[in-house]
């Protein structure tokens, strides 16, 4: 966020595109993780808060017990949560890539499309309207990914 603040006017252009003229916008990985009010990496960091929620670091909630490993990497199956036009026909037990150590974890549980478990559900992706996140990479998930990826190009 302090680069995206950075650059000139960056924060005021996306707003105007992405929440005025309701443009597309799909957040991968910490693009995704940018779409909350606020993150705790490192410290608390004001996000875009176009979806409204916190990101917390998954240590925190993943039992200790489990030997599962921070950060949480490798291929995970999805549960559909939420209907949303670019993860649409995308089928529970669908397999996407993962590597990430924060979970985004919306105030409203309608914004959350999709979930994986990992020692917990964890959320997979987002949306609100127009605005899309994926903690999962799409672009390193094979057909699934490519599903995805092709619904956010038709809309």
């Known amino acids: 966020m302090k680069s995206i603040r950075g650059m000139n006017n960056l924060v005021e252009i996306l707003n ?13 990985c910490i693009g995704m ?20 929620g916190d990101v917390k670091c998954l240590k925190n909630f993943v039992d200790s017990a489990q030997n599962l490993k921070i950060p949480h990497m490798g291929w995970n199956e999805l ?8 993860f649409k026909n995308i089928v529970n037990k669908n397999h996407a890539y993962f590597i990430h150590s924060y979970e985004f974890i919306p105030k409203d549980k309608k914004n959350i499309s999709l979930t994986t478990n990992y020692g917990k559900d964890v959320i997979a992706a987002v949306s ?17 990914g490519i599903k995805i990826l092709t619904n956010f190009l038709n809309l």
């Open 33 to 52: 993780q940018i779409l909350a009010d606020f993150g705790y990496e490192n410290k608390k960091t004001k996000g875009l808060s176009w979806i409204n």
């Open 128 to 144: 609100l309207e127009n605005i899309y996140g994926s903690q999962f990479h799409p672009e390193k998930s094979q057909n699934t």
């Open 16 to 28: 105007d595109q992405v929440v005025t003229y309701k443009k597309p916008f799909l957040g991968i």
């Open 79 to 86: 549960k559909i949560e939420n209907n949303s036009k670019v």
